[in-house]
């Protein structure tokens, strides 16, 4: 029996892993029209906010979300600065939240927003999205940048294309699994477990 893909492995160019992870991660919202890319170059913004600030943020939160830990969550959100856009729509997206009882991270960060404890950027709310779906590390990066992608198209008034988006992004994705391997600790495989 062959072992299941490490999360950092899948494919960076699988269309049907990226639409399947943006559904997973965005059960319950859209993609915004605003997030925090405004203007200039999309890949150079990319590589200088998104590599560098916004990708780290999704894996901290993640990792915080699989230990259960609120503060850190908290922290992390508080921490992003992503700007109003990104802020007004993690706030929208949080007080649609009906669901995920069994994982109290999400009504709890709601409950954290209301108190002015937590900015809610929607890049925190989708990594815990992506949490509470078991959606792996490297989709979850490639959903969060997919939701900046079109976001910055969505007034351009051309389709949207998963194709489109991963050959016009193909430079920043191939950095991705790197950013996963340096965050993301994993444990060998042990012959038993072979």
Same mark, same amino acid.
């Given at each position: 029996?062959?072992?299941?893909?490490?999360?950092?492995?899948?494919? !960076? @160019? @699988?269309?049907?892993?990226?639409?399947?992870?943006?559904? =997973?991660?965005? *059960?319950? *919202?859209?993609?915004? *029209?605003?997030?925090?890319?405004?203007?200039? =170059?999309?890949?150079?913004?990319?590589?200088?906010?998104?590599?560098?600030?916004?990708? !780290?943020?999704?894996?901290?939160?993640?990792?915080?979300? @699989?230990?259960?830990? =609120?503060?850190?969550?908290?922290?992390?959100? $508080?921490? #992003?600065?992503?700007?109003?856009?990104?802020?007004?729509?993690?706030? +929208?997206?949080?007080?649609?939240?009906?669901?995920?009882?069994?994982? $109290? =991270?999400?009504? $709890?960060?709601?409950?954290?927003? &209301?108190?002015?404890?937590?900015?809610?950027?929607?890049? +925190?709310?989708?990594?815990?999205?992506?949490?509470?779906?078991?959606?792996?590390?490297? !989709?979850?990066?490639? &959903? &969060?940048?997919?939701?900046?992608?079109?976001?910055?198209?969505?007034?351009?008034? +051309?389709?949207?294309?998963?194709?489109?988006? #991963?050959?016009?992004?193909?430079?920043?994705?191939?950095?991705?699994?790197?950013?996963?391997?340096?965050?993301?600790? *994993? &444990?060998?495989?042990?012959?038993?477990?072979?």
């Amino acid at each position: 029996m062959s072992q299941p893909t490490p999360p950092q492995e899948v494919p !960076p @160019d @699988d269309v049907q892993e990226v639409i399947r992870s943006v559904q =997973l991660c965005l *059960t319950g *919202t859209e993609v915004p *029209t605003k997030l925090t890319w405004r203007m200039g =170059l999309f890949d150079a913004w990319a590589n200088r906010v998104f590599i560098a600030k916004i990708a !780290p943020h999704l894996l901290a939160v993640r990792k915080a979300a @699989d230990a259960g830990d =609120l503060n850190a969550i908290i922290a992390a959100d $508080n921490s #992003l600065g992503g700007g109003e856009n990104s802020a007004a729509a993690g706030r +929208t997206w949080l007080g649609r939240q009906r669901g995920a009882k069994h994982a $109290n =991270l999400l009504p $709890n960060l709601a409950a954290a927003l &209301a108190a002015g404890q937590a900015v809610g950027e929607f890049h +925190t709310v989708l990594a815990l999205q992506a949490a509470n779906f078991h959606v792996g590390h490297l !989709p979850m990066l490639q &959903a &969060a940048l997919y939701c900046e992608w079109r976001a910055a198209r969505s007034d351009s008034g +051309t389709p949207f294309s998963v194709e489109e988006f #991963l050959r016009r992004t193909r430079s920043v994705m191939s950095q991705l699994p790197a950013l996963v391997t340096a965050h993301v600790p *994993t &444990a060998p495989i042990s012959a038993a477990g072979r």
